[in-house]
Structure formats: C-alpha cells, structure tokens
C-alpha cells in the first residue's frame, strides 16, 4: 500500500464533517459549534452559518446555493446569502435517527442519510436513505442500508454509499429522474475498515475515512472496485472523518481529523483539526 504523509492546515475546532470544496474554498460543518465555515487556501476560517440543529452534511444545488444536513430535526436547510436558514426539505418521516451525510447532484438531486439510532443509548438498526427531487419533493429510497454515510457520484451515473458498519461502499444504479435502485457490493473491506466519508478520485478510486478508531488503522484509505486497498494517509490520535479534493486542480486532499471518543461523542466533546496530503491523483467534482 502506498503511504502518504499528512500535513496540518487548520486546528482549534471541535468536530468538523460534510467537507467540500466550492468556489474556490472548502467547506466544512462543526458538529459541536453548530457552524458551517468556509476556509480559504490560507486556512483563514469564516462562518457561514449557524445551525441550533448541528450541521452535518454540505452540498450545492446548480445555482450554487448552499444546503446543508439540520441533524436533531432531520431537515435540509438552504442557507442564503446573509446566513440565514430556510428548511428545504423535511426527511424526518424517513430517518431512523439524526440526519447525517448529504450528495447533491449537478442535476439537483439530493439524497440523504441518517445514523438510524441513538449513538450510545441504542444498538445499531438499519434505515434508509432519502432523496429529495428538485422540486423538494422527498421519497424514501427502496431498500435498507446500515449507518449509511458518505456518498459520491461516478462519472458513469452510479450513487456510491458507505455503509459504516457494515464496512463496505454499496453501489447503486441511478435513473434519470434520480431514483437509486439495483444495490450492490462496490467494495468490501475488511472488519477493522468502518468507511465514514468518502471522495472519488478521477481514476476511479475512492478515498476514506476510516471511523470510530484512533488506533494503528486510524487514517484515510483509497480503495478500488472489488475491494483491494492501494493507499493510505495515516492518521494519529484522531478518527478519520471526512475527506474531499480541493485546490485550483482538486489535486490536495483534505481530510477532517477528531480527537474524541464514543463517551465523549456522545457529551459532545472533541477537538477537531483538518490535514491535507498530496497524494498523486486528481479528485472529480463534488
């Protein structure tokens, strides 16, 4: 496996997720400050927004307004201009639990995911993933998926999923009107690989997050079709979270770094940090 090493960029946050690079910046959700923030190459940080409900999962419809996973009422915010919130859609009759990843598609598509359950007061159950249409109508995508996380799309049309705990992508064929159907197995990892959020690079591989660990295997990973691992970006002392590809070329991957445990997770306590690594590939439009 080729190994990559990571350089810091920015400290002094909490719990950063839903990374994407837009506009010229990259953008991230603070779990714990209830903040979305941009951050300029510099690393220079803005706030965008505040969320009462904790931001998650960050996407952009075609004209570029900004959406953004509401977690405690399983809601899509749109944020305009001046920061304010306007819910987007409403998934809540659909989720298991907190609302959590978020894909927006270049054709205005939207699918979401939630954890399904109570983190650290109830076992783990499957759920399902929703799709909000560009009219904001929201439908319940057919099928059960397991701690469904981060998403992308290939250049062919297929939606790929992390399903964390069952540590695998699951990929699903997706229609012109953006129904997902014909789930299957794009890569299984092995048991120690818990796939939290992911970017795909333009050769076809897909970087991520491996989660809930800050041991030996704490770090991002590339993983190809079929299962076979070729890269890593370890990662020490935090979990692995999100990633994305930035830069004027998207060649830098940025990556979300927390140092916190499941109890402190739960009392919402962590100190999260962003890295990023030239790892010798390209990354697709998120």
């Known amino acids: 496996m080729k190994l990559h090493t990571p350089t810091g960029f920015v400290t002094g946050h909490q719990f950063l997720e839903g990374l994407r690079w837009h506009d010229g910046a990259l953008w991230a959700s603070d779990f714990f ?4 923030l941009t951050f300029a190459p510099d690393g220079d940080a803005a706030t965008v927004a505040t969320v009462p409900g904790a931001p998650s999962g960050l996407g952009f419809l075609p004209d570029g307004t900004p959406l953004v996973v509401s977690q405690a009422d399983a809601t899509v915010q749109r944020i305009g201009t001046d920061g304010t919130l306007s819910t987007y859609a409403d998934f ?6 907190p ?5 927006v598609t270049p054709d205005g598509h939207a699918y979401v995911g939630n954890f399904g359950f109570a983190v650290g007061s109830e076992d783990p159950r499957p759920t399902a993933l929703a799709h909000v249409d560009p009219q904001g109508t929201v439908r319940r995508v057919e099928g059960e998926v397991l701690f469904p996380n981060g998403m992308a799309l290939t250049p062919d049309g297929r939606l790929l999923l992390a399903e964390t705990f069952l540590h695998r992508i699951t990929a699903y064929d997706r ?3 953006g129904t997902l159907s014909s ?3 794009w890569a299984q990892l092995p048991e120690a690989f ?6 795909l690079d333009a050769d076809g591989g897909v970087w991520f997050g491996n989660a809930l660990t ?6 991002f990973y590339r993983v190809v079709e079929g299962g076979e691992l070729t890269d890593t970006v370890p990662v020490a002392g935090a979990q692995a979270v999100a990633c994305a590809f930035g830069g004027e070329d998207l060649d830098t991957l940025y990556m979300s770094c927390n140092a916190t445990t499941l109890e402190e997770f739960v009392q919402g306590r962590s100190t999260g940090a962003i890295a990023t690594a030239s790892v ?3 990354g697709t439009p998120a």
């Open 33 to 36: 400050a209830g903040t979305v």
């Open 92 to 97: 809540s009759a659909i989720a298991g639990g």
């Open 99 to 103: 609302g959590n990843d978020l894909l």
């Open 175 to 177: 229609a012109p009107d």
């Open 183 to 185: 789930p299957e197995v």
């Open 194 to 199: 818990m796939p939290d959020g992911i970017a």
């Open 214 to 219: 800050t041991g030996d295997d704490a770090g």
């Open 280 to 282: 010798g590939r390209r």
